[in-house]
């Protein structure tokens, strides 16, 4: 079955530290992976794109990685700031019939 | 801003009843998706319009239609509404529907009461 998991559900850091959230998932045949920040509310936006030949990529303080073999990425955040505090959401899309799969989402607050 | 509008913002309407929520893509998307959020859920995804054709569907109940008109608006159509419709529906849309980048609207909440 092709399903997307996060973890972890929820966390909670000080402002200026990092944190690293991750996505495994099970999509078949793969063709890309995205990860999304979601403010309470609102629409997600795009954080980065992967492909399967792409192993990091960065959008300011944000750094993905991908590892295609394990099936496995991860979303990292530098030097946390109170607006991060939002959804993380990592979304895989499937080659054959393009079809989309959303993980649950891991759900970060910043705290001063 | 993404460039996607819904209407309206927010919706507050009683069990049984039916609305109409709307959303205008991107200017030059073909592409229109919807997703239903429930509180403190992730998105499900519910149907995908290309160009006036149904794309795909997903997790949509068939009280729920959609349909994307000739200038690529779309409207999704909420029937028989139960307390369980209450969520922020949202529509994305994107250039073609394979594997670029979907945009997101800000949301139409829906309170069922």
């Known amino acids: 079955k092709n399903q997307v998991e996060q973890s972890p559900q929820s966390l909670i850091i000080l402002e200026g530290k990092n944190c690293t959230l991750q996505?495994?998932?099970?999509?078949?045949?793969?063709?890309?992976l995205r990860w999304y920040k979601q403010d309470t509310g609102r629409g997600p936006v795009s954080l980065t794109i992967?492909?399967?030949?792409?192993n990091t990529k960065s959008n300011g303080r944000y750094t993905a990685t991908l590892d295609a073999d394990t099936k496995q990425s991860s979303l990292h955040i530098t030097a946390s700031q109170l607006s991060d505090s939002a959804s993380y959401i990592c979304v895989v899309r499937r080659a054959a019939g393009n079809k989309l799969t959303f993980g649950g989402g891991t759900r970060v607050l910043v705290k001063p | 801003d993404s460039g996607v509008t819904q209407t309206p913002k927010h919706l507050i309407t009683a069990t049984g009843q039916r609305v109409t929520l709307r959303c205008s893509p991107r200017s030059g998307d073909l592409s229109v998706y919807w997703y239903q959020q429930s509180l403190d859920q992730g998105l499900q995804f519910l149907i995908q319009y290309y160009n006036g054709e149904e794309r795909a569907k997903g997790n949509i109940l068939e009280r729920f239609s959609a349909q994307q008109f000739p200038d690529l608006h779309s409207e999704l159509n909420l029937s028989s509404l139960e307390l369980g419709d209450s969520a922020l529906y949202f529509c994305?849309?994107?250039?073609?529907?394979?594997?670029?980048?979907?945009?997101f609207g800000p949301g139409t909440r829906l309170t069922v009461t």
């Open positions: 992967m492909t399967f030949s792409e």
């Open positions: 996505c495994n998932y099970t999509v078949s045949p793969f063709s890309n």
């Open positions: 994305a849309s994107s250039v073609e529907g394979g594997g670029y980048e979907q945009y």
